[in-house]
């Protein structure tokens, strides 16, 4: 299963969901389906953008975890 954590992330870099959305230039609503895990698919250029305004890698956000 492919987890995301974008709040751990976020929470690290002490920035709200309002802040990285501004950054990002995505809607909240977009992000909390991320960040909530309910996200069906993310565009390469999405998750560049959050790595850039979070300073991190793909794999700080992203991780595989065994059902």
Same mark, same amino acid.
């Given at each position: 299963?492919?987890?995301?954590?974008?709040?751990?992330?976020?929470? %690290?870099? &002490?920035?709200?969901?309002?802040?990285?959305? /501004?950054?990002?230039?995505?809607? @909240?609503?977009?992000?909390?389906?991320?960040k909530?895990? %309910?996200? &069906?698919?993310?565009?390469?250029?999405t998750? /560049?953008?959050?790595?850039?305004? @979070?300073?991190?890698?793909?794999?700080?956000?992203?991780?595989?975890?065994?059902?």
């Open positions: 299963m492919i987890v995301i954590n974008l709040d751990v992330m976020m929470a %690290k870099r &002490k920035m709200s969901l309002n802040e990285l959305s /501004d950054k990002v230039g995505i809607t @909240l609503a977009n992000l909390s389906i991320l909530n895990n %309910k996200a &069906k698919a993310i565009r390469f250029s998750l /560049d953008a959050i790595c850039k305004a @979070l300073d991190c890698k793909v794999e700080d956000i992203i991780a595989y975890e065994e059902d």
